[in-house]
């Protein structure tokens, strides 16, 4: 009902988080957006010893570098969402981000905190895996970077070690004339997705796939890349036909688990019609039309 | 159309006014049960079971009593009466078959997942709730039963000594088998309907202290003022050294109808002397409190060609979890409904309800009368596709009338305007809308239904009602009614205003305090208008009554032309006036009081007898429904969209039209709730719906605009002609929803909630079989 | 440990343990109890407060966390007894039944409409969709919203009802509730 009492602290650096990390490993939790971490409290699924309050920390912000959008850690999903800038740059993160919890969550939850806790079905893992790039971490002997696509080592679980800090995201931009799609089957508006899919496609002159990028959540212990989209796309035009082959691969390809709720099937069946909608979603805009 | 009187002349009564609590509520103001503290107040919670079927070999509460800040840790054995017979909430007249058995604390065997084992009694919450961590309990675990078919099998674990038979109807009216056998079409079918919670906002809640006088006062969220005596009675006290407060109530859909927190609340008020303070965590509400039943129902319905109804055999099964609470009169109410509003001269009725493992179940907004809507509608859907009839019009042929009789013997005494409610929703809706995408497909779907208001007749139903007015001629209402946010308070003002002239900002009620205001029973049933409305315009009438020959001989005028105003009296169409402090002080010159004590008494019956050939009236009058649906359905994924919805219900006369939309509208958007998204899934008997992220209510997305069609037939027995409109709406929405993915996609879904995952898999979409955990 | 921050306008002292919500310390320790506890898991939007002027479930906030802030709950929009324009609309348009989810309601619909996620019936649902309402079935929520919006002066709730011929409803004008524009 409540959060169990846990000793608190809110420091002023990276370097002073890092050290209020180290000093209790395995039982401290990084407290961000805390729209995952306080309710997890609240219902008991979580009871660290400490909390360390990374609010006042300058992680927020975003910056545009060679190819990349470069985001800190604090970027909160209502920026993503309605940042004039961010939407124009990163228009998979804006959609992603909607769907995410309802506007009171979106006002605190923040990216950093949605990687590094790495609920299965986030949005924003699927959305990082699909864009590329490097996750930012430091740690006691200063700052190391990892690629996305070894980002996400399992269920809650990724490359973020004890007495560390994810701190800066950089997404690639893809190439002009890549457009982006999302899809995703919820119980309710505002619910855990049953599965989602996010694309890019980089759309040639003649209207043909020059690159797919796919990656779902929902499906299995961590967010996935279904590195088949490219091999299937590549080269061909958009067809129901196409889009139907794709549907049937990625159903095939996931393994997601029964749960009282939802059964591995239905949820395999989902993943491939997210696939077959957002692909299809970002290959029109990648050809400048309508979604 | 039949029935529907043209009235005039009414000033409050039928107006869309303001709710007088509506403002203290959208300021924030409003002091509900967990807003209320004292100071010193201890904090209170429960340890609950984690398994659901064990024997209790030990409960060692040590290790929490010793925690700093715990005042007290008490188990069955501290309570002085643990085991209490729990009557029909409310009523002074006993039917032994509806007393319910009920333990404050597990005593040795626990149930159900989240059975309440331990109480304690902290200093602060975070005491209490590390004593609750502290409680060492050893389960020796014993078969689970968590399937109601077998229940009743031989060998089948028993979960009390009487058996699991916890209740059963049963009624056959002229010869099924032989009609069944003579009909031109039989179609037959198996509804299955799930565990749902009421998931009201506000969880349990209140404060309790030991007042003046050594009286037990306990201010708590419920739907039942009458709940004192209950509570007397598990602390062995008099009736009257226990007080019941309710305030405001965040809601209730009969979710606070049974007791929750005034059992604890009393037990700690009263062996520490201290006041505390229980809330309830959504978590535990989800998971441990009354549910509405599941239930299984079997129908075989038979027509002639032309689709007279000929036949019905009908067997219903119902999950009554762990403990009976209010079980067998849910049953009842399913008996009594479970042929729909439809004449039909061979009926055969065959209902019982069973304990299992599963969280109890008890009253929910429908009471019985609402899961049986989707079979019987079901079925008339059914029997229209086989015979070839359009299914409003096999309806038609086959309404009940006023007039009639309901298979258990119910006499219906007041309009039936169904065919009028079909034909306001029917002209309300336009052409069926074209699918919004490719692989989506449209479909639109009708559902009536009848249920009941008022209590079964042979409670001895009554409520009271004290008016008077303040010497400056404002008005005091004094009635102990709950109110659960459905107006009943607010009605209740607009009616003694309609009758006194008063303006409504000019009454104060008081309300839900079984001490210090007549008792007018509970805020269930669809009553509280009926019977606390009633009482409350009788009060007013034979207070307007007693102060009329005195304003009539201040006025120098007969007592006919004495009307009331805001300030006082005056001549019809006439100058001459007296306000009413004029008038209370020549009152009081001639020993004529200036306020009354009414009580209303519903009409009584013939007394249920365990016996399968009773028959009789058992509810004083229905209400009756005609809802339409379209919805949009994604075929591969299964999805249902909501696009636009109809609802139009009789509601006699409206006391406030706002009020009935109201009703209306989130009665439809529960009904959608229960149709699309919400169950609790249990696993052998273990809930596993922790969270209200997997309990899923609709939110603003979900729900469409409803539009709701008020027709006014001028016939109900409720204040003014009104009937109640709380729970109709609840009903009509599963099969409406069934029929227009019927009419959407050829697939007719019979086990509710029709989620993607059914709807995808019943429209061929490939895929695996469903989990097999219950659901 | 000691926090301060103002509260619907007033400096406010508190001495809470960190572990406390932002829900808890001001139901608890600053004795405000106008936002409500519905769920504690961030779901029902019961709790809803504006904190800098940003709409937040103050069950997912700890109380340390508004050190320095201004936070603002539905008891603090009335000016004195005139209701703020909301407010008004959902006690004239029937948006107020048992009332629970109605603070956290008008909270998150006047930052909806502030930053302009209130423009049509559809975005005003989505905006809402994390306030629960179990009485309502949301229609005349939305109508309010939608009014307020559009800056209409509500009816005032009336007192006085005038004489009213009250017929059999079918054919009658729809409720306000029903057919919100686009």
Not at chain 1, 190 to 197: E, L, M, P, V
Not at chain 2, 75 to 94: F, L, S, Y
Not at chain 2, 237 to 245: A, E, G
Request: net charge negative; hydrophobic share 40%; aromatic share 6%.
């Amino acid at each position: 009902m409540h959060p169990r009492p846990f000793d608190y602290a809110r420091p002023e650096t990276v370097a002073d988080a890092i050290e209020a990390l180290g000093a209790a490993p395995g039982e401290a939790s990084v407290l961000a957006g805390g729209q995952s971490l306080i309710p997890m409290m609240s219902l008991g699924l979580a009871a660290p010893d400490l909390v360390v309050d990374i609010g006042r920390l300058e992680l927020a912000g975003s910056e545009r570098r060679n190819g990349t959008v470069v985001l800190g850690a604090l970027t909160r999903h209502r920026e993503l969402e309605r940042s004039d800038e961010l939407r124009d740059r990163l228009p998979l993160a804006a959609d992603a981000a909607r769907h995410i919890g309802n506007p009171r969550v979106r006002n605190r939850g923040t990216l950093g905190g949605s990687l590094s806790h790495a609920d299965p079905a986030a949005e924003l893992g699927a959305v990082a895996l699909t864009y590329g790039g490097e996750v930012v971490i430091a740690g006691a002997s200063g700052e190391r970077s990892v690629p996305i696509a070894d980002f996400f080592h399992g269920f809650f679980a990724t490359a973020v070690g004890a007495g560390e800090l994810l701190v800066r995201v950089d997404l690639e931009l893809p190439p002009p004339g890549t457009g982006h799609g999302f899809s995703e089957i919820a119980n309710r508006a505002d619910d855990f997705a049953t599965a989602a899919a996010t694309a890019l496609v980089t759309v040639g002159g003649d209207g043909s796939c020059a690159d797919a990028r796919l990656a779902l959540a929902g499906v299995a212990d961590r967010p996935i890349r279904f590195e088949q989209a490219g091999d299937l796309c590549r080269g061909e035009a958009l067809s129901d036909g196409l889009l139907a082959r794709v549907r049937r691969a990625v159903a095939d390809a996931v393994e997601p688990e029964t749960d009282a709720f939802t059964s591995a099937g239905y949820r395999a069946q989902a993943a491939g019609i997210c696939a077959a909608r957002a692909l299809e979603s970002a290959w029109r805009r990648g050809r400048g039309e309508a979604p | 159309m039949s029935g529907v009187e043209v009235r005039t002349g009414r000033r409050v009564v039928g107006s869309e006014l303001a709710r007088h609590d509506a403002i203290e509520k959208v300021r924030g103001r409003t002091v509900y049960a967990a807003d209320f503290s004292l100071p010193g107040m201890l904090h209170a919670r429960l340890k609950r079971s984690d398994y659901a079927h064990a024997r209790l070999v030990r409960v060692d509460t040590e290790p929490a009593a010793s925690i700093d800040g715990v005042i007290a840790v008490y188990t069955a054995a501290d309570i002085p009466q643990n085991t209490v017979w729990v009557d029909v909430p409310g009523q002074t007249m006993e039917v032994g078959a509806l007393k319910a058995r009920s333990n404050v604390l597990a005593d040795g065997v626990v149930r159900y997942h989240g059975e309440p084992i331990a109480l304690v009694a902290a200093e602060t919450e975070d005491a209490a709730l590390a004593a609750i961590d502290a409680i060492d309990v050893e389960y020796e675990p014993l078969p689970v039963l968590d399937d109601p078919e077998r229940a009743l099998e031989p060998g089948a674990p028993q979960i009390h000594e009487s058996g699991n038979l916890l209740a059963h109807w049963e009624l056959e009216e002229g010869d099924v088998e032989t009609a069944l056998a003579g009909a031109d079409a039989v179609v037959e079918d198996t509804y299955r309907t799930q565990f749902i919670d009421h998931a009201y906002l506000e969880p349990e809640a209140g404060v309790a202290w030991r007042d003046t006088d050594g009286v037990i006062t306990i201010r708590a969220a419920t739907q039942v003022v009458e709940h004192f005596r209950d509570v007397a009675k598990i602390l062995e006290l008099p009736d009257n050294k226990v007080r019941l407060i309710t305030p405001y109530v965040g809601g209730g859909f009969g979710g606070k109808e049974d007791m929750t927190v005034e059992p604890y609340l009393g037990v700690v008020a009263a062996l520490t002397g201290r006041p505390v303070r229980m809330v309830w965590s959504r978590q535990e509400s989800l998971l441990a409190r009354q549910n509405r039943h599941a239930v299984r129902m079997r129908y075989r319905t038979g027509a002639d060609a032309a689709g007279r109804l000929v036949a019905m055999d009908i067997d219903i099964l119902s999950d009554g979890g762990a403990y009976a609470l209010l079980s067998a009169l849910v049953l009842l109410y399913s008996t009594t409904c479970a042929g729909g509003p439809y004449r039909c001269p061979n009926v055969r009725i065959r209902a019982r309800t069973v304990y299992t493992n599963h969280t109890p179940c008890s009253a929910m907004r429908g009471f019985g009368g609402m899961q049986v809507v989707v079979a019987y509608e079901g079925q008339m859907d059914r029997l229209a596709a086989e015979l070839g009839i359009d299914p409003l019009d096999l309806r038609r042929r086959n309404f009940v009338d006023s007039g009639d009789t309901l298979p258990i013997g119910q006499p219906l005494e007041t309009a039936v305007e169904l065919p009028a409610l079909i034909d306001a929703v029917a002209e309300r809706l336009g052409p069926v809308p074209e699918p919004s995408a490719p692989r989506r497909a449209v479909g639109r779907g009708y559902a009536c239904n009848l249920q009941p208001y008022g209590r079964c007749i042979w409670l001895n139903d009554w409520s009271s009602a004290w008016i008077g007015f303040e010497l400056d001629g404002t008005l005091v209402i004094r009635i102990a009614v709950p109110d659960i946010g459905g107006g009943q308070a607010s009605s209740l003002i607009q009616i003694a205003a309609e009758v006194l002239g008063v303006p409504p900002e000019r009454i104060t009620i008081h309300i839900g305090d079984s001490a210090l205001n007549p008792l007018t029973g509970t805020t269930t049933a669809t009553r509280q208008l009926y019977m606390s409305g009633n009482a409350v315009l009788k009060a007013a009438q034979e207070l307007r009554a007693n102060l009329a020959p005195v304003a009539a001989e201040l006025l120098e005028v007969d007592e006919d032309r004495v009307e009331f105003t805001a300030d006082g009296v005056r001549e019809r169409d006439g100058e001459r006036a007296v306000a009413f402090p004029a008038l209370l002080a020549a009152c009081a010159s001639v020993n004529v009081p200036w306020h009354v004590l009414a009580t209303h008494r519903a009409p009584k019956g013939v007394p249920w007898q365990a016996d399968e050939s009773w028959r009789g009236q058992v509810f004083p009058d229905f209400t009756y429904g005609c809802h339409a649906a379209d919805v949009e359905v994604d075929l591969e994924s299964g999805q249902t969209r909501v696009l636009r919805y109809v609802a139009a219900h009789d509601v006699g006369q409206t006391i406030n039209p706002q009020s009935v939309e109201g009703q209306i509208e989130g009665g439809v958007a529960m009904g959608l709730g229960y149709a699309l998204s919400e169950r609790l899934v249990f696993e052998e008997a273990l809930n596993l719906t922790g969270s209200f992220a997997q309990y899923l209510i609709p939110t603003a997305v979900e729900v469409p605009a409803i539009e709701p069609v008020i027709l006014e037939s001028g016939e109900g027995v409720g204040p003014f002609n009104a009937r109640g409109i709380g729970e109709p709406p609840i009903g009509p929405p599963a099969p409406a929803i069934a029929a227009a993915i019927a009419d959407a996609t050829g697939v007719r879904l019979t086990e509710l909630p029709f989620t993607p995952e059914r709807v995808a898999a019943a429209v061929g979409a490939p895929g695996e079989e469903e989990s097999d955990a219950e659901g | 440990m000691i926090v301060e921050f103002t509260l619907n306008g007033s400096p406010q002292r508190c001495d809470v343990p960190a572990h406390w919500t932002l829900l808890r310390m001001l139901r608890d320790s600053a004795l405000r109890t106008d936002a409500k506890h519905g769920c504690g898991e961030g779901v029902c939007g019961a709790c809803a407060v504006l904190v800098d002027g940003i709409a937040m479930n103050s069950c997912s906030v700890l109380a340390p966390q508004v050190e320095g802030a201004s936070v603002e709950t539905v008891g603090g929009l009335a000016r004195g007894e005139e209701l703020h324009p909301l407010q008004a609309e959902m006690v004239a348009r029937g948006g107020v039944q048992c009332g629970f989810c109605t603070p956290g309601m008008v909270i998150s619909a006047i930052e909806a409409v502030r930053i302009g996620a209130a423009g049509s019936e559809a975005e005003i649902r989505h905006s809402l969709a994390g306030n629960l309402c179990r009485c309502t079935g949301y229609g005349k929520i939305v109508s309010a919203v939608g009014a307020y919006r559009d800056g209409e002066s509500p009816e005032a709730p009336r007192a006085d009802a005038p004489e009213r011929e009250s017929e059999g409803a079918i054919g009658a004008e729809p409720s306000p509730g029903v057919g919100m524009g686009p």
